[in-house]
């Protein structure tokens, strides 16, 4: 009796202590791999039921659409609204995802870059175009070939939209270009997003600069030019997307915006606007993908196709006011809300669109990007 | 055998809390070790290099914003000891039948989120609110001034966050003051500033060192205020720090920034101990034994 009373505590102390350093050894092994997309597998279709977890981006669905799904496939989704930025997602789902587990996600939805990132690492699976009969039947031709996933092999599109100016026309009438941003007149009321991507390019553009042409070396140019700007406090602050409540107060009177921001801003206050910056726009869209281990693939196709439905598209094109990808939507709308139909900014002309060029990462290997993105952090974060 | 099984009950107490503080301290604390000293990246992979370099260019990349954020939460620190220590005395002595209520209006805030909190500073503190209106009404603004994104609207946020952690401590030692001692001082001929400074500072000095730890090493950490009401030059480590993890995937980078944080906290911290704590804390057996 006395001996077994007294190793108890002892064994269990061994066992926790052995497992914690087995523990430490899986996990310092695991992490020292890196990841490769050499034998990324193609999401299996077939009969879609069961239940559908969703990952996306806040007020980026109508409360309509998911209901109105599951009536009509008795599939039951799980939205959630867990993608606040690209790269706080990543750092929040790298770890699952580097270990082949989804965290239970069967669609998650991120920006351009960031898809082909993920791609890149083995995160996302192939998609099987035969059981996405729908979305590449109504798919817009200019967003069938993007330079990061020719053919759409993993990423299907959810929305898009423009990165430019937002401007409160009654306090900063003249901002027509990026340019216009650094007057000192507006010293201290403006601000720039604190996406390298959308806030640099768009600073290299206005001096002529084609994004993804442009060199390290430019790229290392405009986020100097930003610098000098941020320095000498032109530019109060690097935003998200909560720049809309400091225009809406007034206390910055231009920002580095997105297009869809600006359309719902409006609706409370008629002076801010969305503004197409002289030298063009930066266009992106943010993709659905099935990433690795997800759950129920079936299912996911069969939502993807079903958003790729006019119909169902254009209910919600009404509510996030955003470019949609999908053909036949500005017919539907032009019947139902004539206004937003002939919005450019929901359904862009070509000559609107004529200078804007599509998101891309700085150029060059994994060192030169890095450099980069330092260079941007250090601006941001300085 | 009692004995024995008496002797194992206190490692058997423990043992939950070892257990939990090995899982989510000791382990996290050995992989930023390892990670502060590999290189490599995401996409490659990481690799123990013993690369401490990682460390110096660290330190010396981001040597303004460690010194940012020694300086305002140093200053958070200073104003919440000025501000807390009278208001714990009035609500120790003063409050009467208000005390309890008191301490729940210090407490309330803690029902919100510390998130909504900050940011309804941004409220406060926006360019034409009444607050800056009429601070450049009295010309401790100028006219085209603004306290939003401003360092001391950073400071203004970390004072009214950790307030309630200078003045729990403080009230708590406030409140076990021995009366009759002030009443002695008093009967000795001393005035009341004497008084304060002679016996109620020194007595409720452990309740101040307490209140000024729980204070200053949240905030030198903090980076919320710093996200929300600062500006382009306001960033403390702890914002370098998130975007060296989230935006550039930087591990390395970021756990030797981690790790050279709780160092020089953790050396501040002695100091403070060592230089302004062990009297006032240990006074009473120093006498002892003089």
Redesign the interface.
């Known amino acids: 009796m006395?001996d077994s009373?007294?190793k108890r505590?002892v064994t269990?102390?061994a066992i926790?202590a052995a497992g914690?350093a087995a523990?430490?050894t899986v996990?310092?092994c695991g992490?020292?791999?890196?990841?490769d997309n050499t034998d990324v597998p193609t999401a299996p279709g077939g009969k879609a039921s069961g239940t559908l977890n969703i990952s996306n981006w806040p007020l980026y669905i109508d409360d309509q659409t998911i209901s109105d799904f599951e009536k009509k496939t008795g599939i039951k989704v799980n939205y959630t609204e867990d993608v606040n930025s690209n790269?706080?997602f990543?750092?929040k789902v790298?770890p699952l995802l580097s270990n082949g587990d989804s965290g239970g996600r069967s669609i998650l939805t991120v920006t351009d870059w960031m898809s082909k990132k993920m791609y890149?690492?083995g995160y996302l699976q192939k998609l099987n175009p035969d059981d996405l009969k729908t979305v590449f039947n109504h798919l817009i031709p200019s967003l069938q070939d993007p330079a990061f996933d020719p053919g759409r092999t993993y990423s299907i599109p959810w929305q898009s939209g423009m990165t430019g100016l937002v401007v409160r026309t009654d306090l900063a009438p003249d901002i027509k270009s990026i340019n216009d941003l650094f007057d000192p007149k507006y010293k201290?009321k403006v601000t720039m997003l604190d996406e390298l991507r959308d806030s640099a390019a768009l600073v290299m553009k206005a001096d002529g600069v084609e994004p993804s042409e442009a060199s390290t070396e430019e790229w290392l140019a405009a986020v100097d030019k930003v610098k000098g700007a941020?320095?000498s406090g032109q530019?109060?602050?690097?935003t998200g997307n909560?720049y809309v409540?400091d225009l809406a107060?007034?206390?910055v009177v231009a920002a580095i915006g997105w297009s869809g921001d600006a359309v719902q801003a409006q609706a409370d206050n008629p002076n801010i606007e969305y503004v197409q910056p002289e030298q063009g726009c930066i266009l992106w869209s943010d993709n659905m993908s099935i990433p690795v281990g997800a759950p129920n693939s079936p299912a996911a196709y069969e939502f993807m196709n079903y958003v790729y439905e006019p119909e169902n598209q254009a209910q919600i094109v009404e509510y996030v006011n955003y470019i949609s990808p999908v053909t036949g939507v500005k017919e539907i709308l032009t019947k139902k809300d004539p206004e937003l139909a002939n919005n450019e900014l929901i359904f862009p002309s070509e000559k609107f669109l004529s200078k804007c060029s599509n998101q891309v990462s700085p150029p060059g290997d994994?060192a030169q990007q890095?450099e980069v993105?330092?260079a941007w952090?250090?601006v941001?974060?300085? | 055998m009692t004995t024995l099984r008496q002797r194992l009950v206190p490692y058997g107490l423990m043992s939950p809390g070892l257990l939990w503080l090995a899982l989510f301290f000791v382990v996290p604390m050995f992989f930023m070790a390892w990670f502060s000293v590999s290189s490599g990246s995401l996409e490659a992979g990481w690799s123990l290099t013993w690369t401490f370099s990682n460390y110096t260019d660290a330190i010396s990349n981001y040597t303004t914003q460690f010194g940012r954020s020694f300086l305002y939460a140093g200053a958070a620190t200073i104003l919440c000891l000025l501000l807390g220590y009278p208001l714990a005395y009035a609500i120790a002595f003063k409050a009467g039948r208000w005390q309890n209520l008191m301490l729940f209006a210090v407490i309330a805030p803690f029902f919100t989120t510390y998130l909504i909190r900050t940011i309804a500073w941004k409220t406060i503190l926006e360019d034409s609110s009444p607050v800056v209106s009429f601070l450049k009404t009295i010309q401790v603004l100028p006219s085209d001034g603004r306290v939003l994104a401003t360092s001391a609207a950073v400071i203004a946020g970390l004072t009214y966050n950790f307030l309630p952690f200078m003045v729990l401590p403080l009230y708590a030692s406030l409140e076990r003051l021995d009366l009759r001692l002030l009443e002695a001082s008093k009967d000795l001929y001393a005035s009341a500033t004497q008084t304060f400074f002679r016996v109620t500072l020194p007595l409720t000095a452990p309740g101040i060192i307490a209140g000024v730890l729980l204070t200053f090493i949240p905030a030198v950490g903090d980076y919320v205020n710093a996200t929300f009401l600062g500006g382009v030059n306001q960033s403390m480590i702890g914002n370098v720090i998130q975007a060296q993890y989230l935006v550039i995937n930087d591990y390395a980078t970021a756990a030797a920034l981690s790790f050279t944080l709780m160092i020089i906290i953790l050396i501040a911290v002695m100091l403070y101990i060592r230089f302004a704590g062990t009297e006032a804390l240990m006074g009473d057996e120093e006498e002892a034994s003089a």
């Open positions: 006395t009373t007294w505590p269990r102390l926790a914690l523990a430490l996990v310092a992490s020292t791999g890196g990841t790269t706080d990543f750092g790298q890149d690492l201290g941020k320095e530019i109060r602050r690097f909560d409540q107060k007034g206390d994994d890095k993105e330092n952090l250090s941001v974060e300085g």
